[in-house]
């Protein structure tokens, strides 16, 4: 048995192939790389029993992973997040098997971990000694983690506006942070630049091939943590959409090892009104987004205008039946509030935005009472505690307290 | 089998015992209660190879857990956190073999949430409607969300000092939640009356038996991730010291069962020199602290000038030949760079203050160069944003990097 069966990349657009033993970034013809695996030579060796006692972390699935060495993986125990029944949330939008695969109970917090842990052991076993990436924050704050863990150097520029919280991980990992007085195209550009003068690995959402496999990686173990049944649908907020591509990458691959049967989740691509160019494509039945002029959402994670794989997304949703939903910003802290209140989840906007596009997507009858529903939460509410607004009675030491009707306003 | 072995209740200041099938609180002697199982039946019954397949959190240890119908249970996925190898900090310090029992990977972040998982499950199969208790943050965000889940009212009171997130989790729970101009005591004093005043049910720390159930989990989890090794040392960031009491007690029904041999792990308590009672009556070879005034410290979790549970503290200490140290805060953060910048691990100031007591045990020959040492990291760092003081340069947006050399400082 080899640790991984990768085989080699190929691009998804103009079908080129690359060797995965040396470093590649896109495609000469721009598109993303992804990666394919042996999988009939896998489909032989490989059974779902072998992952019985095995770590309990994304590594369990190493064989379909890009790492070739054990020596090179970079863990910090990622993976395996819960997958939770919603029951409350669930009667109360008439869903009768919810769940909520929790990303924030994970290194860093948030689903970012699962892509950093996978690129970044894989740059290690490509030898890469310094990397460089424009973040709207949370990233940012895994890859520069996860590079400290490995050795490698990092490069990193986020918004001056992006959460306070990722800007202290991300100094706190000893990285070449720097911020900028503009937005993540502006950091962007500051790092391509980068790139070039100093000859750094980009490692930009989707410029290197290995992130996406990390995020893969939530697309089986929702699988295997419903014994290998397939749910109706799963909803993902998407900014890049690297986890929806990933999912979708994850159950095609199992089912060509004949892990699971012909039927698909019908994905769901969540997105901002104040940023939702992959809904307005999906709309117009496009292949491609248009870039989307001043977007804004409270969802920080996903204000992307454009993303760079928005053509492997609208395909994954378009192949699997799937859809593409806008949410109302004001109705996402709804959202939050009524799901920390009846499930004591205190979860982020992006991940509310999506249990909010189920809520949708049941009332409009896209959603049937019956269907086994999963929203990625893709991280933890504490990292983002400006999205609360308190307000709390301040006592003094020796009131007592009288007025009981009280309960705190959110 | 049974789903819990649960026997009764007993006092372990004068012997006394309880029925645990009704509410209880202290002692009419003033001490905390626990929990007993039926050792000698579960012994029989239950075996270590019956735990390979069971879900991936604490309730795989249910038959050692108070909680006797599944139906009650409240769960987030809480629980089997990892353990991380820290092979470079360990070479740092000058030991072989160091781990980080990682309790930021957890519902709400913080190792709270294993108290509150067990103790709201406990209290619904009780029948309890309505809770109260002081925090100094991270409990309360626990309890108040695990209230939540589970439909039971919760008063949370806590200083208005206390981290600002912690606060808004609470209140985004839907608790009664009151801030009072003071400290953690006379938060517990507002408590005290409410809990007369309206007959709530009292969870401040030990005063319900359950809590520690929960927390015990933390020692079986270590000796399962090692394979029923039980490691040479655990240094444990010491509060109301819950969870070291928790861990002695599980390591004893572990020896009873059978599953782990006669040698326990040398626990130590880890302080901060700004609030060291048990330090200061370790060191007087006392069996219970007294109160320490004008307490103060950076790392707020382990801010308690006087703990409820302190002789059971001293007892587990003695009794495992461990010892109890205290810190200074200043060592403190510069111990939360190292961690973060050579293990890539963002870890709470308490971790670090425990990562430093290693460090310190290990420079005196105390701790041995090739000893198995676990020490507790209780939440994540970015539950404490603050103690990261940032410093990075602001670009705009048609500028380069120029001067590389600049890593960010901490």
Same mark, same amino acid.
């Given at each position: 048995?080899?640790?991984?069966?990768?085989?080699?990349?190929?691009?998804?657009?103009?079908?080129?192939?690359?060797?995965?033993?040396?470093?590649?970034?896109?495609?000469?013809?721009?598109?993303?790389?992804?990666?394919?695996?042996?999988?009939?030579?896998?489909?032989?060796?490989?059974?779902?029993?072998?992952?019985?006692?095995?770590?309990?972390?994304?590594?369990?699935?190493?064989?379909?992973?890009?790492?070739?060495?054990?020596?090179?993986?970079?863990?910090?125990?990622?993976?395996?997040?819960?997958?939770? #029944? =919603?029951?409350?949330? %669930?009667?109360?939008?008439?869903?009768?098997? $919810? @769940?909520?695969?929790?990303? *924030? +109970?994970?290194? !860093?917090?948030?689903?970012?971990?699962?892509?950093?842990?996978?690129?970044?052991?894989?740059?290690?076993?490509?030898?890469?000694?310094?990397? #460089? =990436?424009?973040?709207? %924050?949370?990233?940012?704050?895994?890859?520069? $983690? @996860?590079?400290?863990?490995? *050795? +490698?150097?990092? !490069?990193?520029?986020?918004?001056?506006?992006?959460?306070?919280?990722?800007?202290?991980?991300?100094?706190?990992?000893?990285?070449?942070?720097?911020?900028?007085?503009?937005?993540?195209?502006?950091?962007?550009?500051?790092?391509?630049?980068?790139?070039?003068?100093?000859?750094?690995?980009?490692?930009?959402?989707?410029?290197?091939?290995?992130?996406?496999?990390?995020?893969?990686?939530?697309?089986?173990?929702?699988?295997?943590?419903?014994?290998?049944?397939?749910?109706?649908?799963?909803?993902?907020?998407?900014?890049?959409?690297?986890?929806?591509?990933?999912?979708?990458?994850?159950?095609?691959?199992?089912?060509?090892?004949?892990?699971?049967?012909?039927?698909?989740?019908?994905?769901?691509?969540?997105?901002?009104?104040?940023?939702?160019?992959?809904?307005?494509?999906?709309?117009?039945?496009?292949?491609?987004?248009?870039?989307?002029?001043?977007?804004?959402?409270?969802?920080?994670?996903?204000?992307?205008?454009?993303?760079?794989?928005?053509?492997?997304?609208?395909?994954?949703?378009?192949?699997?039946?799937?859809?593409?939903?806008?949410?109302?910003?004001?109705?996402?802290?709804?959202?939050?509030?009524?799901?920390?209140?009846?499930?004591?989840?205190?979860?982020?906007?992006?991940?509310?935005?999506?249990?909010?596009?189920?809520?949708?997507?049941?009332?409009?009858?896209?959603?049937?009472?019956?269907?086994?529903?999963?929203?990625?939460?893709?991280?933890?509410?504490?990292?983002?505690?400006?999205?609360?607004?308190?307000?709390?009675?301040?006592?003094?030491?020796?009131?007592?307290?009288?007025?009981?009707?009280?309960?705190?306003?959110?």
């Amino acid at each position: 048995m080899k640790f991984s069966y990768i085989s080699h990349l190929y691009c998804p657009k103009c079908s080129s192939t690359y060797d995965a033993n040396i470093i590649n970034q896109l495609c000469e013809c721009g598109s993303p790389l992804l990666v394919t695996y042996d999988l009939p030579a896998l489909a032989k060796n490989w059974k779902r029993s072998d992952l019985i006692g095995r770590r309990n972390d994304l590594w369990r699935y190493h064989e379909l992973l890009p790492v070739q060495k054990e020596e090179n993986v970079v863990s910090m125990g990622e993976g395996m997040t819960p997958l939770v #029944a =919603m029951k409350a949330l %669930g009667e109360h939008m008439g869903i009768s098997q $919810l @769940y909520m695969k929790d990303e *924030g +109970i994970i290194p !860093t917090g948030t689903f970012k971990a699962r892509g950093a842990a996978v690129g970044i052991s894989k740059a290690q076993e490509l030898g890469i000694k310094e990397l #460089a =990436m424009p973040t709207n %924050g949370n990233a940012g704050a895994a890859w520069s $983690l @996860y590079a400290s863990r490995s *050795g +490698i150097m990092s !490069t990193i520029v986020m918004p001056v506006d992006a959460p306070k919280i990722t800007r202290n991980e991300c100094a706190s990992s000893g990285a070449n942070l720097y911020l900028v007085d503009g937005v993540i195209s502006d950091a962007g550009k500051i790092v391509a630049q980068a790139v070039k003068d100093y000859n750094l690995f980009d490692v930009s959402t989707l410029k290197e091939p290995y992130r996406i496999e990390g995020k893969k990686t939530m697309g089986i173990e929702i699988v295997e943590q419903l014994q290998w049944e397939v749910p109706d649908v799963i909803l993902y907020p998407t900014g890049g959409g690297v986890g929806l591509i990933g999912i979708y990458k994850a159950l095609k691959e199992l089912q060509a090892l004949g892990w699971i049967e012909e039927k698909m989740p019908r994905l769901v691509a969540v997105q901002s009104e104040g940023c939702a160019p992959i809904v307005k494509a999906w709309e117009e039945q496009k292949t491609e987004s248009e870039f989307w002029n001043d977007s804004e959402t409270i969802a920080f994670g996903i204000n992307v205008p454009k993303a760079l794989g928005d053509f492997l997304v609208l395909n994954a949703v378009y192949e699997t039946g799937g859809c593409a939903v806008s949410v109302n910003d004001t109705a996402v802290i709804e959202e939050q509030k009524q799901i920390s209140q009846k499930e004591g989840a205190f979860i982020c906007p992006e991940g509310a935005a999506a249990f909010l596009a189920a809520r949708q997507l049941r009332n409009e009858g896209w959603i049937k009472e019956n269907e086994t529903v999963v929203v990625l939460n893709t991280g933890a509410g504490i990292k983002y505690p400006d999205t609360v607004d308190v307000n709390v009675p301040i006592l003094n030491k020796h009131e007592t307290i009288t007025d009981r009707s009280n309960v705190t306003s959110f």
